[in-house]
């Protein structure tokens, strides 16, 4: 009897003692998996700030008159995008941390976006003729955003510094904001580069030279080397035995043009990068090279914006691919080729299709507490990638700095505006190389964009949209990196995408 009571007494024991040790082992294993996972600098965030100085309230008023926002419009909005800048940058101005969900690169890299996607900005404005002075409420004084990006540039490329944006690598982050970032340079090079003693300009350019010996990946990246290239040329720097490999670059990238100004852009194929990806890069090429393949700039650009001044309306354009967010830089295309393909789109239907654009999206919520927000309208992270981090959504403001840049060339801002063609009448327009097919109707102002080689996929069910639920918030807290929803399916494989369901998604 007591032998029994005694084997069931260490069976027990045992078996608790198996237990244990299991429960112990999930624990560790749970904990190097978030370890593992974990994002650099997951818990901490910004505080959102509404910029005072230059509110919203002033920024929508110039987009709710019964005419057309003028020149003085548009700068507000650049100065309230600035403001909230000054809000978010860190003491030695080396980054802006903003607030919203962080991307799976960390906290360091979300930060450097938030320096390298504003400084074109900064830059088209003081080289512009504009004060590089502006009112900061937070700051409670003025600021000058020479001065703040001179510092940050110091403090970021300078190797022995802890703020150190990093080494630029195959395929790093830091390739993407390095083609911002030397933009920004040459755009502002008056003021900000010329300002510079010659040891901080030598350290920029040996870290930016790091985007010329580096890998890109497929796509648009192949263009960033590109844009280091040409700036740091025009800034006097010696790039001359990077000549090969950039030239390599180009002739990649240019054997991903399909033809019409449509590029390949693997894996995606065809999406809105090609506005605000693609044509960006080009405008800037030719502006900072005016001898390069102008031809055939020229040419794709005006293919490109001839077709695309279709998909602009009084009720948004249709979305539809990745980075969403960056849904005000649509017009970019239009705007560009009033400079690289004069004629190929009347100035008129440029500026109709940005005063548009902006509107629309200001009255949906497009911008909260001084930057650009994360969905169709408001913060939405189900619409954010996992790569995406709170100030990723900056280069939504393309379109503005390709406009205010054309406006101190030429005054583009002030032109008169000429109707769209869906506010002429009704349309249909194929594009054969994408497959993409518009339909816009005048009295709706519904256009639609439809992919006829999906007309099978309609009713699949991994096109509806998938929330951010609580399953993938719980999942976040634990391991404190992004697990936000794959929205591929809905965002590439539809059939159709009217511009009414942008609204739609921002009432859900």
């Known amino acids: 009897m007591m032998r029994a009571r005694l084997t069931r007494r260490m069976r027990r024991t045992l078996q608790v003692t198996i237990a244990l040790a299991l429960l112990l082992s999930a624990g560790l294993a749970a904990h190097e998996l978030r370890v593992r996972r974990a994002v650099a600098g997951w818990t901490e965030r910004a505080h959102p700030i509404e ?31 600035l403001e909230g800048w000054t809000a978010y940058r860190t003491p030695d101005a080396e980054r802006a941390h903003y607030p919203g969900e962080p991307s799976d690169a960390g906290r360091p890299q979300d930060g450097l976006e938030g320096f390298a996607r504003i400084l074109p900005l900064a830059a088209v404005r003081w080289a512009g003729g504009a004060s590089a002075v502006i009112t900061t409420v937070s700051d409670a004084r003025q ?30 982050p830091q390739l993407v904001e390095a083609a911002d970032i030397a933009l920004g340079l040459w755009i502002g090079r008056a003021q900000l580069w010329d300002g510079l003693d010659a040891a901080t300009r030598r350290q920029v350019a040996n870290w930016l030279t790091g985007a010329l010996t580096s ?4 796509g648009t990246w192949q263009l960033f080397p590109l844009i280091v290239h040409r700036a740091l040329q025009g800034l006097g720097v010696d790039v001359r035995r990077f000549d090969a490999r950039v030239t390599s670059n180009w002739e990649h990238f240019r054997s991903l043009h399909r033809g019409d100004g449509w590029f390949d852009d693997p894996p995606n194929g065809f999406d809105y990068y090609n506005a605000w990806g693609v044509h960006y890069s080009l405008y800037w090429l030719r502006r900072m090279d005016p001898g390069f393949e102008p031809d055939f700039i020229g040419q794709v650009q005006a293919d490109f914006a001839s077709f695309q001044r279709h998909l602009f309306s009084q009720r948004g354009h249709p979305l539809m691919g990745r980075s969403a967010c960056y849904r005000m830089a649509a017009p970019t295309p239009l705007l560009a080729a009033q400079f690289t393909a004069p004629g190929a789109v009347a100035a008129g239907e440029a500026l109709r299709a940005l005063d548009l654009t902006w509107s629309w999206f200001l009255r949906q919520g497009a911008l909260k507490a001084g930057a650009p927000t994360s969905g169709f309208c408001g913060d939405d992270p189900a619409l954010q990638a996992r790569y995406s981090g709170p100030a990723s959504c900056l280069w939504s403001l393309r379109a503005l700095v390709l406009a205010l840049d054309l406006q101190a060339r030429n005054g583009l801002l002030d032109q008169p505006r000429a109707p769209l063609p869906v506010e002429r009448g009704n349309f249909t327009m194929h594009q054969p190389v994408s497959g993409w097919t518009v339909v816009g109707e005048q009295a709706t102002q519904r256009i639609e964009l439809v992919l006829p080689a999906h007309a099978d996929r309609q009713a699949a069910p991994d096109t509806r949209w998938r929330d951010y639920g609580w399953i993938a918030r719980i999942t976040e807290a634990w391991l404190h990196s992004p697990r936000r929803p794959d929205n591929r399916p809905a965002l590439y494989l539809r059939h159709r995408y009217p511009n009414g369901e942008a609204r739609s998604l921002c009432e859900r």
């Not at 940050?152 to 080494?167: E, F, I, R, S």
């Open 143 to 172: 600021s000058d955003l020479v001065a703040l990006f001179a510092r940050g540039l110091k403090v970021g490329t300078d190797p022995t510094h802890p703020h150190y944006w990093g080494a630029i690598r195959d395929y790093s």
């Open 215 to 218: 890998q890109p990946h497929e």
């Open 51 to 81: 910029p005072q100085a230059m509110p919203l309230s002033r920024v929508r008023a110039g987009f709710e008159r019964t005419r057309a926002p003028d020149a003085a419009d548009y700068d507000a909005l650049a100065l309230h995008v």
